[in-house]
């Protein structure tokens, strides 16, 4: 549990800021990953309801993204360095995020971003009595935007699971992301310690992965999918085995081969235009003093 | 596949009701911006304020949101002004992370802070604590969205 209250970035030892970068680079790569790839859906969505809704979410997640990685520039970082000028092997997002979608297939959308959007807020839960402050301080306006992501993947979760094709569709995009959304709870590594000792969130990894897997199973199978044995991976947990996990993490810098070409996408215009820095008005106004 | 919503809401069956939500009177899921409390100090309007940062809030007011008709001080995106040696630091927040219009609207309060007699320059501060609700809207600012057309 946070015990004591971190200070303002120039005041942390070397041990506090790498914890905090490696926290807070999880959450922006997730959000914006995330966001680039939902916009995929754009103009493409069955309904222009979803359509319109799946947009808003991914402005939403670009949004959250820009708070964290507002909190990265605290240490030094540029938004340049941070999205368009970082090695792909420096990313440090979930790789369910990166893949692309099944194409045209609805139900992929779906599945993901009810797996995401679960996971996400049994996360941000751990972090809104982070001892550092500068997360503390902005999680629950992130968590209140959040609600209705799962509304919507829920209900169309219910909708596509009413009849024989939309279940079909449903079960291969669960077979296919679940082994993926589970990196989202893999680790980066002996930092993780520190980021549970210093109480930068107060659920370790494995508890939330449990807690994630409690939850999104018994809902999945609630609507009639098969989820084939989703215990807790070998790698984690010696008593189940049926699920790999796969060899792309993520957290360790490790991608699939589809990150490079999304990286490439959104990074385009940048590069295109000789751009060394992206353009600001004005001073941040988040930058710390 | 039942993929596309019913046009007309009396077709609609039990099922679509439920997806819908719209027996919780919920038929658009959206972000519930009703549900925070105001803090006690919240919103905050320069009331009682004097000098100097009289004059910076007077000149936030004079400030609009991008979308509505509404100075941003009613739509309780300011929580605080403090002036010092001629420098004033102004606290404020967004209704929205997501908000396109950030760096525009940001500029424009440092600009018109910064544009006061007897003020030299201007920071803005950009709080997230405590999250932006409906609640902090001054009655002022709820009388200004409701000419607008929202239900407030």
Redesign the interface.
């Known amino acids: 549990m946070a015990t004591a209250t971190l200070g303002n970035p120039p005041d942390l030892s070397d041990r506090e800021r790498a914890a905090i970068e490696a926290l807070l680079f999880r959450l922006a790569d997730d959000e914006f990953v995330a966001a680039e790839r939902y916009t995929d859906w754009q103009v493409r969505s069955p309904t222009l309801e979803s359509d319109l809704a799946l947009s808003n979410i991914a402005q939403d997640e670009l949004g959250h993204a820009r708070l964290w990685y507002d909190l990265l520039e605290d240490f030094e970082h540029t938004e340049s360095a941070l999205i368009y000028e970082r090695a792909a092997g420096e990313w440090r997002h979930n790789t369910m995020s990166e893949l692309p979608f099944g194409e045209g297939d609805w139900a992929d959308a779906v599945v993901r971003t009810y797996l995401y959007d679960t996971a996400e807020a049994i996360r941000l839960e751990a972090l809104v009595e982070s001892a550092y402050p500068r997360i503390r301080d902005r999680v629950e306006k992130v968590i209140r935007e959040e609600d209705y992501h799962r509304q919507h993947a829920e209900s169309w979760l219910s909708r596509l699971a009413s009849d024989e094709e939309g279940q079909q569709r449903l079960q291969s995009a669960v077979d296919r992301l679940l082994p993926y959304g589970l990196t989202i709870f893999a680790p980066m590594g002996d930092v993780e310690a520190d980021i549970d000792d210093l109480g930068l969130r107060t659920e370790t990894l494995e508890s939330m992965r449990e807690t994630w897997l409690d939850t999104v199973v018994p809902h999945l199978e609630g609507l009639g999918l098969h989820v084939e044995d989703a215990q807790l991976p070998e790698q984690y947990d010696v008593h189940h085995e049926a699920m790999e996990l796969p060899d792309e993490l993520g957290r360790d810098g490790t991608h699939t081969d589809s990150w490079d070409e999304l990286l490439e996408e959104f990074t385009f215009a940048y590069r295109d235009l000789g751009r060394t820095t992206t353009t600001e008005i004005m001073a941040d106004p988040d930058d710390v003093e | 596949?039942?993929?596309?919503?019913p046009p007309d809401p009396k077709g609609l069956d039990e099922?679509d009701r439920?997806?819908?939500?719209l027996d919780d009177g919920l038929a658009c899921?959206?972000?519930?911006?009703s549900?925070?409390s105001a803090e006690a100090s919240l919103p905050a309007t320069g009331k009682g304020a004097e000098g100097l940062e009289r004059a910076v809030w007077d000149a936030l007011y004079a400030v609009e949101d991008p979308e509505m008709p509404i100075s941003i001080v009613d739509l309780g995106l300011i929580y605080g002004v403090t002036v010092e040696n001629g420098h004033a630091t102004v606290d404020?927040t967004l209704t929205?992370?997501?908000?396109p219009a950030r760096?525009?609207l940001?500029?424009e309060v440092?600009t018109a802070a910064a544009a006061v007699d007897g003020i030299d320059d201007a920071?803005?501060?950009?709080?997230?604590?405590?999250?932006?609700s409906i609640e902090m809207v001054t009655e002022a600012g709820k009388d200004s969205l409701r000419e607008f057309g929202l239900s407030v």
């Open positions: 596949m039942s993929s596309e919503i099922f439920e997806v819908l939500g899921p959206y972000p519930d911006y549900d925070g404020m929205y992370t997501g908000c760096e525009m940001l500029d440092e920071d803005v501060r950009l709080v997230w604590s405590p999250p932006w």
